[in-house]
């Protein structure tokens, strides 16, 4: 038998049923619930008398459109606390475990299952948000759903699934110092383009990826969706093991030993075939930033804004005229040069406590540029504390920058954190598309250390560019 | 979902590549709980441009849309789906979709044909040149046509989605039928589930 990869591993695993002519229909471990695709379909549940069949396979959270101002302000806006309130009901009438705003447990839905144990290696996960494939980092296989397959997955535990090809991303050698698991995903997806991945389940693999914390893995495997893939993981090993001990969601003791040598056979055979392979060298990777309006449109930080005028493919050319005017750039700008107007420092790409501690060993002893706003918003009320408990906060505020409660945020913009129409923000989030974090605002993606010297600077920048 | 089997109208050329769903429906109106009214919110940044190609008389009323590569990518939010047909687009043509767009539509009933680039231009050039021009994308023929133009081209469906399409089947209602299968796995699965992890309250127990 030929070898086979992590995905072919879980995928059999859960076949339920693989009907003659129809897609396979497989089962989902843990579906996770947010506040934004799921109330159309709990409505369709009602409408049709049907009833969640594993509410103890259902986590839910309130995080997309939750206000990240102190816990204390009500949320204003009507139609986000309407659909805060749907949550709380759906879940309370259909016995579904759900972390309110301000629970010690709420948070982004990618960051809360990772660090509360309940994504482990080997599960099927889903969840109503594309952004789910940051859950892969742990060996799991897991995407992001539309709204009806939520509803599908409430009333069956399974979901009708094509099986996805297989793509190995391999990063070999060791990335050069200040380059972050956040320029490792820029430099995928630059490389794969916005379609690249699309019909794939990305393996990421390498010298690279394997000296990635957990931490580092989820922000590689987060950004899979921007390649067009649904699915990104990494194979289970020791840094796998190492963070999920000791988390609520997994077993103690002995049970854990037992459980952990299950999870090690979540890697892929030396033998296993990928439909297609891609290779970078760490060596080339720099710190990068998105200059356009989609997150393939990546530049290294020492560049240049590039020239549509050199570009032989009309399509691009005109692709690339039309995001430069929406961004508001010169063809040829230093990057280095140009102002910003905001720093995002969150969202499911980057708020971990690793992020949080990059960002501030570079604020510390610094200041926020006068003409910048700075935020940084927690991934969960848990890295929050964490991050209170090593003194981050105090870092950050004492640099001017803002310490905001945790949820999506200034990622797309749901909550009252958007840009106004014109300013430039430096986001260390995953999607730079026109209007994202707030209509006529401008993004450029980037790392949590390149946001926090941007910041300070008031200029794209690095670490290293700061006096001492 | 109703049955589909043939979408006639004006096709809409809308010349974009890399057209994300966060164009197609803005996340402001995401806090909607309703599942309709999302027609007002399709493409609204682009709206109030008197030049957008939704805003051309020529092209009011149209059912079908076609575009550049890699249509819908982005969110997984279904109320991209949801906007488009409420604004009355009930099939649309590009050389390439998303993942999740492309599944979404497939439960909702919008048609997803995908064509080759050219085919999309040439069929792009027709309707620019004669915005009146019918189309009629014909799912059990799997075919789309301008018969006014002589046009023709075939495009493939898996054939449980075009079964669907047909047959107005509700996806849920199918996989009940698997239910002894679906009791048989659960009864064999190793996969731990969230029960003691949590007090009534969610706190860790």
């Known amino acids: ?468 | 979902m109703k049955p589909v089997n043939v979408v006639e109208g004006r096709c809409v050329p809308l010349e974009r590549s890399d057209v994300d769903t966060d164009q197609i429906i803005p996340s402001d109106w995401l806090k909607r709980v309703e599942r309709t009214g999302f027609g007002r919110g399709l493409f609204s940044e682009w709206r109030d441009d008197p030049e957008f190609v939704l805003n051309q008389p020529d092209f009011v009323g149209a059912t079908i849309m076609s575009a550049g590569p890699r249509f819908g990518i982005g969110s997984s939010r279904e109320h991209a789906v949801w906007a488009l047909m409420d604004f009355g687009f009930q099939a649309i043509i590009a050389p390439s979709f998303g993942d999740i767009f492309q599944n979404n539509a497939a439960k909702q009933g919008l048609v997803i044909v995908q064509l080759g680039a050219d085919d999309v231009e040439e069929l792009t050039s027709l309707v620019k040149l004669e915005p009146a021009r019918l189309v009629v994308v014909d799912v059990v023929h799997l075919r789309v046509e301008v018969p006014e133009a002589g046009w023709q081209r075939d495009f493939t469906l898996d054939p449980m989605t075009q079964q669907r399409l047909l047959n107005g089947w509700d996806d849920i209602g199918l996989t009940e039928r698997r239910e002894d299968a679906i009791t048989t796995y659960e009864s064999s699965s190793v996969a731990p589930t969230l029960e003691g992890i949590f007090d009534d309250a969610g706190h860790v127990r």
């Open chain 1, 1 to 468: 038998m030929a070898g086979r990869t992590v995905f072919d591993k879980i995928w059999e695993e859960h076949v339920v049923a693989s009907p003659e002519g129809e897609p396979t229909l497989l089962y989902i471990d843990l579906h996770l619930v947010h506040e934004v695709t799921s109330p159309q379909a709990f409505d369709g549940l009602r409408l049709n008398g049907r009833t969640v069949r594993r509410p103890d396979r259902t986590l839910a959270t309130a995080d997309h459109n939750v206000p990240t101002d102190p816990l204390s302000t009500p949320v204003n806006d009507p139609i986000s606390r309407r659909q805060l309130e749907a949550l709380d009901e759906n879940c309370a009438q259909f016995g579904i475990t759900l972390f309110p705003r301000g629970h010690e447990n709420q948070g982004i839905v990618h960051v809360i299952g990772p660090e509360l144990g309940v994504t482990q290696p080997g599960m099927t996960i889903v969840c109503g948000d594309s952004h789910t494939s940051t859950h892969g980092a742990f060996g799991s296989l897991a995407f992001g759903i539309g709204t009806s397959e939520v509803e599908h997955v409430l009333a069956t535990q399974t979901l009708p699934q094509q099986r996805a090809k297989s793509m190995s991303v391999t990063v070999k050698g060791i990335a050069p110092e200040g380059v972050s698991a956040k320029d490792i995903a820029l430099a995928i997806v630059g490389r794969l383009g916005t379609g690249g991945g699309t019909g794939h389940v990305i393996e990421y693999r390498g010298e690279a990826i394997r000296a990635l914390s957990m931490e580092g893995r989820m922000t590689v495997c987060n950004m899979s969706i921007e390649a067009g893939a649904r699915a990104g993981l990494v194979a289970v090993d020791d840094t796998t093991i190492d963070y999920l001990r000791g988390r609520p969601g997994v077993p103690e003791g002995e049970e854990f030993e037992v459980a952990a040598t299950r999870w090690r056979t979540f890697t892929s055979d030396d033998d296993a075939h990928f439909d297609v392979e891609v290779e970078l060298d760490a060596a080339d990777l720099v710190p990068f930033v998105t200059w356009g309006t989609n997150p393939a449109q990546v530049v290294a930080l020492n560049g240049v804004v590039p020239t549509p005028d050199t570009m032989s493919d009309p399509d691009q050319r005109e692709a690339t005229e039309r995001a430069l005017a929406y961004m508001d750039l010169t063809p040829g700008t230093v990057v280095r040069d140009i102002p910003v107007d905001v720093v995002f420092i969150g969202s499911c790409t980057n708020s971990r406590i690793e992020d949080l501690r990059a960002a501030a060993a570079v604020a510390i002893g610094h200041h926020v540029a006068n003409h910048v706003r700075a935020l940084v918003v927690p991934g969960s009320h848990r890295v929050k504390k964490q991050a209170e408990d090593e003194g981050l906060d105090k870092i950050f505020t004492d640099a001017g920058f803002e310490w905001r409660e945790p949820g999506c945020s200034m990622c797309l913009g749901m909550n009252p954190d958007t840009l106004k129409p014109g300013q430039r923000c430096a986001s260390t989030s995953n999607r730079n598309f026109e209007g994202r974090q707030g209509r006529g605002g401008r993004t450029h993606l980037v790392s949590p250390v390149v946001a926090a010297a941007t910041a300070i600077q008031g200029h794209f920048s690095s670490p290293g560019e700061l006096s001492s």
